[in-house]
Protein backbone atom coordinates (compact mmCIF):
# COMPACT_ATOMS: atom_id res chain seq x y z
CA UNK A 1 0.00 0.00 0.00
CA UNK A 2 1.40 3.81 -0.52
CA UNK A 3 1.25 6.23 2.10
CA UNK A 4 1.44 10.27 1.14
CA UNK A 5 2.07 12.73 3.86
CA UNK A 6 1.55 16.71 2.69
CA UNK A 7 3.27 19.25 4.55
CA UNK A 8 3.92 22.93 4.33
CA UNK A 9 0.91 24.90 4.51
CA UNK A 10 -0.20 27.78 6.58
CA UNK A 11 -1.32 31.89 5.68
CA UNK A 12 0.75 33.79 3.64
CA UNK A 13 0.41 37.11 2.09
CA UNK A 14 -0.78 38.12 -1.09
CA UNK A 15 3.02 38.06 -3.57
CA UNK A 16 4.23 35.62 -0.79
CA UNK A 17 6.05 32.19 -1.40
CA UNK A 18 5.02 29.19 0.18
CA UNK A 19 6.75 25.54 -0.42
CA UNK A 20 4.80 22.23 0.12
CA UNK A 21 6.88 18.88 0.81
CA UNK A 22 4.55 15.57 0.08
CA UNK A 23 6.50 12.28 1.69
CA UNK A 24 5.33 9.11 0.35
CA UNK A 25 5.87 5.59 1.62
CA UNK A 26 5.28 2.53 0.16
CA UNK A 27 5.56 0.64 -3.34
CA UNK A 28 6.48 3.85 -5.15
CA UNK A 29 8.03 3.58 -8.17
CA UNK A 30 9.51 6.55 -10.76
CA UNK A 31 8.02 5.42 -13.89
CA UNK A 32 4.50 6.50 -12.55
CA UNK A 33 3.37 10.15 -12.29
CA UNK A 34 2.72 12.55 -9.08
CA UNK A 35 0.69 15.36 -8.72
CA UNK A 36 -0.80 17.94 -7.25
CA UNK A 37 -4.15 18.57 -7.04
CA UNK A 38 -6.24 21.45 -4.92
CA UNK A 39 -9.95 21.66 -4.00
CA UNK A 40 -11.31 25.52 -2.76
CA UNK A 41 -14.73 25.51 -0.67
CA UNK A 42 -17.53 25.20 -2.92
CA UNK A 43 -15.57 24.31 -5.89
CA UNK A 44 -14.41 21.18 -7.90
CA UNK A 45 -10.99 19.67 -6.94
CA UNK A 46 -8.39 21.18 -9.35
CA UNK A 47 -5.39 19.20 -10.88
CA UNK A 48 -2.67 22.06 -10.79
CA UNK A 49 1.23 20.48 -11.61
CA UNK A 50 2.75 16.91 -12.75
CA UNK A 51 5.65 15.27 -12.72
CA UNK A 52 6.71 12.11 -14.51
CA UNK A 53 9.68 10.20 -15.31
CA UNK A 54 12.34 11.86 -17.67
CA UNK A 55 11.88 15.35 -15.92
CA UNK A 56 8.26 15.91 -17.55
CA UNK A 57 5.87 18.78 -16.00
CA UNK A 58 3.10 20.00 -16.97
CA UNK A 59 1.22 23.05 -15.24
CA UNK A 60 -2.68 24.14 -15.19
CA UNK A 61 -2.85 27.27 -16.91
CA UNK A 62 -3.59 29.39 -13.39
CA UNK A 63 -0.49 28.53 -12.34
CA UNK A 64 1.75 28.29 -14.64
CA UNK A 65 5.02 30.81 -14.39
CA UNK A 66 4.53 31.05 -10.32
CA UNK A 67 4.71 27.47 -9.42
CA UNK A 68 7.09 24.91 -9.84
CA UNK A 69 6.94 20.94 -8.89
CA UNK A 70 9.93 19.10 -8.07
CA UNK A 71 10.18 15.40 -7.32
CA UNK A 72 12.98 13.56 -5.90
CA UNK A 73 12.27 9.65 -6.47
CA UNK A 74 15.42 9.02 -4.46
CA UNK A 75 13.67 10.36 -1.38
CA UNK A 76 10.16 9.42 -2.32
CA UNK A 77 9.46 13.38 -2.11
CA UNK A 78 7.64 15.79 -4.39
CA UNK A 79 6.86 19.13 -3.20
CA UNK A 80 5.63 22.23 -5.01
CA UNK A 81 7.32 25.71 -4.60
CA UNK A 82 4.25 28.00 -4.87
CA UNK A 83 5.61 31.85 -5.46
CA UNK A 84 3.45 35.33 -6.48
CA UNK A 85 0.78 33.76 -4.88
CA UNK A 86 -2.80 34.91 -5.11
CA UNK A 87 -5.91 34.93 -2.85
CA UNK A 88 -7.49 32.81 -5.32
CA UNK A 89 -4.46 30.06 -4.59
CA UNK A 90 -6.30 29.66 -1.28
CA UNK A 91 -7.59 26.05 -1.05
CA UNK A 92 -6.93 22.66 0.17
CA UNK A 93 -3.73 21.34 -1.54
CA UNK A 94 -3.42 17.31 -2.08
CA UNK A 95 -0.58 15.21 -3.38
CA UNK A 96 -1.22 12.39 -5.77
CA UNK A 97 0.62 9.11 -6.68
CA UNK A 98 -0.40 7.39 -9.93
CA UNK A 99 -3.69 9.50 -9.81
CA UNK A 100 -4.50 6.98 -7.68
CA UNK A 101 -3.55 7.85 -3.75
CA UNK A 102 -3.97 10.83 -2.11
CA UNK A 103 -2.79 12.35 0.93
CA UNK A 104 -4.86 13.96 3.86
CA UNK A 105 -4.13 17.22 2.11
CA UNK A 106 -2.77 20.74 3.29
CA UNK A 107 -4.36 23.78 4.07
CA UNK A 108 -3.15 26.79 2.26
CA UNK A 109 -4.73 30.40 3.03
CA UNK A 110 -3.50 33.52 1.14
CA UNK A 111 -4.67 36.75 2.75
CA UNK A 112 -3.40 39.95 4.00
Known amino acids: QVHLVESGGGLVQPGGSLRLSCAAS????????MAWYRQAPGKQRELVATATSGGITNYADSVKGRFTISRDNAKNTVSLQMNSMKPEDTAVYYC??????WGQGTQVTVSS
Open 96 to 101: CYEFRY
Open 26 to 33: GSISAIYP
